[in-house]
């Protein structure tokens, strides 16, 4: 079964994913999802007389608007960023002092925020419609939804993640049961050992939790996704499902600072 040589504890970020929003940015992350909110209801299928969008765009605008926080994670920047520089073999940035976040206001700690910053909103653009969609069907009474519509596209993802590792690790997005879009989660997929057509171990690194490899148990035998998590969210939930998001890698920018002692290794 398929698994990369990306290390979480060479290759990942050190420190620990919780950044404060800038009011600018709150307003990018709004416009980002309020862009896509669109899209989203127009996957919902056949809506001749616009009665499904009259009841979901109602409740997309107040997911997006009520949960919008101070508090953020730079998770899909992060996954992106590090699948970014393993593929260049060059070690990631870390700012001054590696094992502390970089929010603060020294020029260099700055360059690598604004850097995941930008990566983060670029790993929304092409995902975000299918993070509100799955939300959508999961949580709001559209005909053919429900926890076990999330199983059956998780199982497809499933069976589709071995391909998009052998380009190399690859990142997901984690879809709890919380109504708050910004608590879902974007990690990095680096390997998967399939069990059973139903079951399956997802090694990953996760940004919430630097160092080490965590995984992802995840049984789809019963009624909708069963999942041991080694680094859970209390504020996501219960997991309800994956997908593996479009990526397109980008060359890391020069100039950011230090990077980690160990380079990258494919």
Known sequence: MPKTNFQPAQHGYPFVNAWKLRPAEQTQLRQSLTQASG????????DTFGLLRSMVTPALNTWIDNALPDYYG???????SAADHFRAGVP???GPEPWRTPDGDDPQERALRDYLWRRQLESLQPNASVLLWWMLMLLLPIPGGGPNWLRDR?????????AFLSHGPWPICLIGSST???????????????????????FLYDANGPGREQTIE???RGAG??????????????LRGFFCMHYAP?????????GKEKGNRK
């Open 74 to 80: 730079l998770c899909g920047g992060m996954a992106f």
């Open 180 to 202: 708050s879009p910004f608590n879902n989660h974007q990690v990095l997929a680096t390997g998967i050992e399939q069990h059973s057509a139903d079951q399956a171990t997802i």
């Open 92 to 94: 990631v940035p870390t």
């Open 225 to 238: 996704v069963q999942a041991t998590e080694s680094c859970p969210s209390a504020e996501r939930g219960a």
């Open 39 to 46: 899209e989203a209801c127009g996957k919902l299928g056949n």
């Open 250 to 258: 980008a060359p890391p920018p020069s100039g950011l600072g230090l």
């Open 218 to 220: 995840i049984d789809l």
């Open 154 to 162: 998780t199982r497809e993802q499933v069976q589709n993640l071995p």
